[in-house]
């Protein structure tokens, strides 16, 4: 089993004399309780029950745009060469997408057979994905954020956004600075001990840095051999990025298309036949 500070087992598979250790799928995204999204753990009941779902966790780090994006990735790889398992396929949600192009080529260069890449609504990370993102975060603790903090914290994050070259790597790392002491005094404020608040703070932190790594990572390569799906909400995935101006096309093996919002991708039943086909071959 991998450290469960690395990789949450979503669901493991149980070996066979056939097959004495059974291949594993990954799943890269960020889930965290209270999202309105769904996650792969409402995917997984859906798929094929021959090979374990293991899924990222991510790193407990601040932003920092000096941390390099391969030293990010290295726990995840090395906890599934030290498994002994092949890995089917990888798998990844909206930013998480970046991840799993990344990983699905690095494990490329050490299997003989190449693992699938599955991506749902694949974003790349610019200043306006994680604009949009930092925004979501705040909205979801309004019963510990004042109206006020949330007030200034949104109008810091624009000026932010609209200061002349941000990246979004650093733009991730001043929003954390502007987070930080804003969150602090608002968890002691509702009366949660001094752990936890720090917890959620740092929460908050390693969610900016799995972006601003991700913004940092070209994941086009592992993206040319995936199957792209997709949902029916404008503001997502290739659907935002083919009506944004500037973006390059996105060189994809295939795309399936569902009539469902962006939050309801991964638990959608359809998502999940699809994706249990697509494990078949």
């Not at 994006?69 to 396929?89: F, I, K, N």
């Not at 994680?130 to 000026?159: C, D, K, P, W, Y």
């Not at 993206?223 to 997709?230: D, N, P, Q």
Request: charged share 20%; aromatic share 8%.
């Amino acid at each position: 089993m991998p450290d469960p500070g690395v990789w949450s087992v979503v669901r493991d598979a149980v070996p066979t004399a056939d097959a004495p250790t059974a291949d594993v799928v990954l799943a890269a995204d960020f889930p965290v309780t209270g999202r309105n999204e769904g996650g792969f753990a409402e995917l997984a009941p859906g798929l094929r029950p021959d090979c374990a779902l293991w899924q990222t966790v991510a790193p407990q780090r601040t932003p920092d745009a000096e941390y390099s994006p391969a030293d990010y990735l290295e726990p995840w790889l090395a906890e599934v060469r030290a498994s002994g398992r092949a890995v089917r396929a990888v798998l990844g949600y909206c930013a998480g997408s970046v991840f799993a192009g990344a990983l699905a080529a690095e494990l490329a260069r050490s299997q003989e057979i190449a693992p699938q890449v599955i991506v749902f609504d694949p974003e790349l990370v610019d200043v306006p994905t994680v604009h949009l993102q930092f925004g979501r975060v705040i909205g979801n603790m309004t019963s510990v954020l004042s109206e006020r903090e949330v007030e200034e914290l949104s109008r810091t994050a624009q000026g932010l956004a609209e200061s002349p070259g941000a990246d979004p790597a650093g733009f991730a790392g001043a929003l954390f600075a502007a987070f930080r002491p804003v969150g602090a005094a608002a968890f002691t404020r509702a009366g949660l001990g001094e752990d936890y608040a720090d917890e959620l703070v740092g929460l908050v932190g390693s969610f900016l840095s799995y972006l601003g790594v991700a913004a940092r990572l070209d994941p086009r390569p592992g993206w040319e051999r995936a199957t792209v799906i997709t949902s029916a909400s404008t503001g997502s995935g290739l659907n935002r990025m083919r009506a944004t101006e500037g973006i390059a096309p996105i060189k994809i093996a295939d795309e399936l298309r569902f009539d469902v919002e962006h939050r309801d991708l991964l638990r959608a039943p359809g998502t999940a036949e699809a994706v249990a086909g697509l494990l078949e071959r």
